[in-house]
């Protein structure tokens, strides 16, 4: 395959940014199996934009080469103070989060914090590295990764969260950094700090699209920042009605996607709509609705534009919408559900 079809499949849905890509085309230019990076916090249930948005473009890289890496990161858990900072259940949440990443990417290798760090004599040299190039205004400004704000009553541990995440993108050696676009502050502070300390090869990043809440979009102030907007708006574990657990089944997705925010022709900021661009038409390579014949007959959409279109002239009513995107998200998380079916309420036990 060669370097522009490469890039293309990266830069597909749900892709928001690449930083830069000249960066990347040096690294698919030098490198047929490149280093892949993707960490994240063992801070409760999953939800499907953690799992069937970042998890496509996870096995997205793996098609085209790239050596993809997930990092469960428990130490950050306890970093910023999650699941009671309980090393047992963390470590058995983990070992969900594990098997998890093994059906949505199979061609990832998971590693455990806790094993990262026990195996690297160097870990902790390069957390003072970076930490000793970062001022405590910078660090700050990263805290949006962690739900924090400069308002909230703040900890060392979230101070040092940050600088432990660009640590472990050292750690992997990684050419290709992943993450939602809520972390783009702490990958640029990794960028420079590497760029600073005379780290030889570019890190390239990747920042793919946050799943909106399918809770109505929040007012946010006009001063905000893209990460900040972004964070305001995606799914979130703790509001009711917000987000999608990867582990629901057919009731319980059916009830969420009908509570969602769908008006009739409103095409803007609409969470419904949201999860067929960047999940479903991805997926599964269309959407398919299905109605009867006097109300317009089925429908089948292989693109977004034409079901933007559809929608926004309001051919396409919220109902039908809903019904389809229920039913194909049901089938897309069938695997997951399925594995996890006899066990569902402990594991649901873990997070409350």
């Known amino acids: 395959m060669d370097i522009e079809s490469k890039l293309a499949i990266i830069k597909s849905e749900p892709t928001e940014e690449i930083v ?3 960066d990347l085309k040096e690294v698919l230019e030098t490198k047929t ?46 970093a910023n103070q999650k699941l ?54 910078r660090a700050t400004r990263t805290l949006i990764i962690q739900g924090r704000s400069e308002k909230d009553t703040l900890y060392v541990s979230q101070y040092i969260y940050p600088i432990m995440q ?11 950094a992943h ?28 920042h793919t699209h946050l799943i909106q809440s399918l809770l109505e979009p929040p007012k946010v102030h006009e001063s905000a920042d893209k990460e900040e907007i972004v964070t305001a708006m995606k799914m979130s574990k703790s509001k009711q009605g917000s987000a999608i657990p990867i582990l629901a089944d057919e009731k319980e997705v059916k009830k969420i996607i ?21 999940i479903i038409i991805p997926t599964l390579g269309k959407l398919k609705i299905e109605r009867p014949q006097k109300y317009g007959g089925d429908l089948e959409f292989d693109d977004y534009g034409s079901l933007e279109k559809e929608f926004s002239s309001k051919k396409l009513h919220p ?20 594995t996890f079916s006899s066990k569902k309420e402990e594991i649901e036990a873990l997070f409350k």
């Open 319 to 338: 109902a039908d919408l809903k019904n389809a995107v229920s039913s194909s998200l049901i089938k897309i998380m069938e695997p997951i559900t399925k």
């Open 179 to 206: 993450a939602g676009m809520d972390q783009r502050k702490v990958h640029m502070l990794a960028r420079e700090s590497f760029k600073d300390s005379g780290y030889k090869k570019p890190l390239a990043l990747l």
């Open 33 to 78: 199996n490149p280093i892949h990076y993707f960490g994240l916090e063992i801070s409760g249930m999953p939800h499907i934009g953690h799992i069937l948005c970042a998890g496509k473009k996870v096995n997205d890289l793996a098609k085209i080469g790239f050596q993809t890496n997930i990092l469960l990161a428990d130490w950050h858990t306890v």
């Open 258 to 278: 009908s509570g969602g925010w769908c008006p009739e022709g409103v095409t803007t900021e609409n969470p419904v709509l949201g999860l067929c661009k960047y």
């Open 84 to 137: 009671g900072g309980d090393w047992e259940r963390i470590k058995k949440a983990s070992e969900f989060y594990r098997k998890l990443f093994s059906i949505a990417c199979p061609s990832a290798k998971v590693t455990l914090g806790s094993d990262l760090y026990n195996n690297n004599n160097d870990y902790w040299k390069e957390v003072m590295k970076i930490a000793t190039r970062t001022t405590i205004a």
């Open 20 to 22: 830069t890509e000249q």
């Open 166 to 176: 660009a640590a472990d993108i050292r750690a992997f050696d990684a050419d290709l």
